[in-house]
């Protein structure tokens, strides 16, 4: 078991607005108890500012302690307030996970419509068939299911591949994956935790295939979806295939944005507020160019149940 962190009992909004007034004459280590520091501070003004100014980089990362050598505790009020700009993607993942941890709360085999809408439908889309794998000889390979919410697909494809994993912001879709691929009797699935922008603990090389849907379009983050990508061609062995689906041309209801924003101040996620992919040049060369993965494919096909994007498209690229 990991051991439990203890926190120090002075506030790190408190020793932030320290900082901000008093750290130049050491105010800050006052406050936290480091007198001899504190003092330091005072006769030099921050340590000629440069401890000043690391101080507040500490602060502000989390990462500063008090005399008794514990942390300040994480709170919100940088990352809501002065922190803004530099936390904005830590505070839109926070989002997302928070709605995909409450809607995978309702989910159930037999009201599956949380986290992905209209399912049933979803899963008797032939366009996931005909389209997400198109010419790829699917048996023998392992493929990640990215977003993979509570397993629809890994059911849907399971006997298509070898093996298939999942990866999820929310613990709750995965303990629902769990429920979902037991009682289908999947039991060789890996299921993975992710903080929403990369895909740490998933090892190197490994996959054959790595897929998505319904879920880059929820990602109106384009920084976030970049890394993203590139953590997925980290994950694919060479020569693998990255398949997944996006929403293309626009919404009828108005709430996306277009494919460089990042957009990260929406108070929710999943179709309330997407990105839209308006032409198909930036995608492509970004795959191609930015991120160096080959053979790009794609089809512009009708849009899936449920959703409000003029059209979905397939794509397909190789590492
Ligand atoms: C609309 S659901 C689609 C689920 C599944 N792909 C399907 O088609 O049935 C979107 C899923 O993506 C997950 N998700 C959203 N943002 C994510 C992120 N940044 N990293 C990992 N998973 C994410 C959500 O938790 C949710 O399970």
Redesign the pocket.
């Known amino acids: 078991m990991m051991p439990k962190i203890t926190y120090s009992d002075k506030s790190r909004k408190r020793v932030f607005l320290w900082w901000i007034f008093f750290g130049i004459f050491g105010g800050h280590r006052f406050y936290v108890g480091k007198i001899s520091s504190g003092l330091l501070y005072t006769l030099t003004l921050g340590f000629f500012t440069l401890g000043w100014l690391y101080d507040g980089y500490l602060i502000i990362t989390n990462n500063f302690y008090d005399n008794k050598n514990k942390l300040l505790k994480p709170g919100e009020f940088i990352e809501k307030t002065v922190g803004r700009l530099i936390f904005r993607n830590k505070n839109y993942?926070q989002m997302?996970?928070r709605q995909?941890e409450n809607d995978?709360l309702k989910w159930t085999p037999d009201n599956p419509d949380h986290?992905?809408?209209h399912?049933n439908e979803?899963n008797n889309w032939s366009d996931y068939d005909n389209f997400l794998f198109k010419d790829i000889d699917t048996s023998n390979l392992i493929a990640l299911?990215?977003?993979?919410?509570?397993g629809?697909?890994i059911i849907k494809f399971n006997s298509r591949f070898y093996q298939i994993d999942g990866?999820?912001?929310?613990q709750n879709?995965l303990s629902q994956c769990k429920i979902n691929l037991n009682n289908n009797q999947i039991t060789n699935s890996k299921l993975y935790l992710?903080n929403?922008?990369d895909l740490s603990g998933i090892p190197s090389n490994f996959y054959d295939v790595v897929f998505?849907?319904?879920?880059f379009q929820?990602?109106a983050v384009h920084s976030?979806r970049f890394n993203?990508f590139r953590e997925i061609n980290r994950v694919l062995k060479k020569g693998g295939y990255f398949c997944f689906q996006m929403g293309y041309g626009g919404k009828s209801d108005g709430n996306f944005v277009t494919y460089f924003k990042n957009f990260t101040s929406t108070p929710k996620?999943?179709g309330f507020m997407d990105v839209s992919i308006m032409d198909e040049k930036e995608i492509k060369n970004e795959l191609l160019n930015e991120l160096q993965y080959k053979n790009y494919q794609s089809d512009l096909r009708p849009t899936g149940p449920g959703d409000k994007h003029k059209n979905w498209i397939f794509i397909k690229v190789q590492k």
């Open positions: 993942l997302q996970k995909y995978a986290v992905v809408g399912y979803h299911d990215f977003g993979t919410g509570p629809r697909n990866v999820d912001i929310a879709n992710t929403g922008q998505s849907t319904i879920t929820h990602i976030i993203l996620t999943n």
